[in-house]
């Protein structure tokens, strides 16, 4: 070959190769920037998500912050309820062995075995609720509850006892407008309390929670317990909270309390509490179940988680496939127990934990997006917030 071949020959390879060399580089950086570039949609829409969950969340909180306050203040409930308190307080009809023992027969049959059922076989203790109840408080369970017609759940269909006292033409007048209040707003429960002896002097739902002191009962240490002394406590003009933990009187389910002084001028004249609205946390966090169809494709979600790190609302993967999520949950070593409660309850609601790193952060009042295991120990893109809600802190994990 002449060396003038062989020069062009050298010149043009090596201009090749040039090209090729450069390509690649072109096209390797081209993927990083186009990699980069989606994984920053990515980590926007995750944001852009959470903070959308986040104020709709917080809306519908601060909207209970006000609804509780407006009632406390309606002239319906500031004028009645010192007339009921008395009222129930004078509460005579006789009670007699048939009739307690058929209170009896509700305590150790019908609530139990419900709660039984419920919790894994553990029992109630019924025999020592019903033992802490005082003469007048076991005749108006009797009224209200055992020989209630209505079945176990739906006893507030009952507008008022049978007996015609003073208390239950009274409980025939305000019972409606209460009853409405409940179910158009999905509150779980509404009481009201009177302030010397804490007596819950009404309820909705009368569930074994209505009649008792939530001072000296049975239920004075719990959820309800504390809404009451929290509420009768305050100095200012927020209502008090209580966080979600096990109820007895709602079978152990969590509920969570929030609680507002009534006022008459000066003087305190009783405590109104709501049982807080499971059901609508839950649909707002899950999309209404829709997780989809608003852009969280095949597994995304976005769940609440106290400071107990237990779960405020539905897992996605137990509302669409029950059994992969029991599996789930055995691989990462929860608890027999937790998952028996889960699978019996239908529910992960203060329940499931999720001790995670964006939980800690959440909680200790950080927001962020990065790469963090989930719950289940799977490696996920996870952006994270917090909630402050009358003292009490959530975190949003989107």
């Known amino acids: 070959m002449k060396l003038k071949t062989q020069i062009v020959l050298v010149i043009t390879i090596t201009t090749i190769l040039a090209i090729v060399v450069t390509s690649g580089i072109s096209l390797i950086t081209g993927t990083s920037v186009a990699k980069d570039s989606m994984l920053k949609q990515v980590n926007e829409r995750l944001v852009s998500q959470r903070e959308q969950t986040k104020a709709r969340i917080q809306d519908y909180l601060d ?11 309606n002239p319906l409930i500031v004028d009645i309820l010192p007339t009921l308190s008395e009222a129930f307080t ?12 058929a209170l009896s027969n509700y305590y150790q049959n019908e609530f139990d075995r419900q709660f039984q059922s419920l919790n894994q076989g553990a029992n109630s203790n019924p025999t020592d609720l019903l033992n802490k109840l005082p003469k007048t408080s076991q005749i108006l369970q009797l009224a209200y509850i055992a020989e209630n017609p209505n079945p176990l759940g739906q006893k507030d269909l009952m507008i008022s006892s049978p007996n015609q006292t003073i208390y239950d033409k009274i409980h025939q007048y305000v019972h409606p407008y209460l009853h409405d209040l409940q179910r158009r707003f999905g509150y779980y429960d509404i009481f009201l309390v009177e302030p010397q002896n804490g007596y819950v002097v009404y309820s909705v739902f009368k569930e074994l929670d209505f ?21 009768m406590e305050a100095t200012n003009e927020e209502p008090s909270f209580i966080d979600f933990a096990p109820y007895v009187p709602s079978y152990n389910a969590p509920a969570s309390f929030i609680s507002k002084k009534i006022m008459d001028g000066e003087e305190i004249v009783g405590v109104l509490i709501f049982q807080m609205p499971v059901d609508a946390i839950n649909q707002i966090m899950t999309s209404n179940f829709n997780w989809k169809d608003v852009g969280y494709g095949q597994t995304g979600e976005t769940y609440l988680v106290g400071p107990d790190k237990k779960f405020r609302n539905q897992s996605r993967m137990l509302v669409e496939n029950k059994d992969a999520f029991i599996e789930a949950l055995k691989a990462v070593k929860t608890p027999d127990k937790t998952i028996r409660e889960i699978a019996i309850r239908d529910s992960s609601i203060g329940i499931q934990t999720a001790d995670t790193l964006a939980v800690t952060k959440a909680l200790n009042g950080s927001k962020g997006t990065e790469i963090i295991d989930s719950p289940l120990g799977q490696e996920t893109l996870t952006s994270y917030t ?13």
Do not use: H, M
């Open 63 to 73: 909207s209970i912050s006000n609804q509780i306050t407006s009632v406390s203040q």
């Open 90 to 101: 004078n509460y005579q009809p006789d009670i007699n062995t048939t009739t307690s023992s």
């Open 211 to 231: 009649a008792t002191s939530l001072k000296t009962g049975a239920y004075a240490d719990s959820g309800l317990g504390q809404a009451f002394n929290k509420a």
């Open 386 to 398: 917090f909630i402050d809600y009358l003292g009490t802190r959530w975190a949003l994990i989107n």
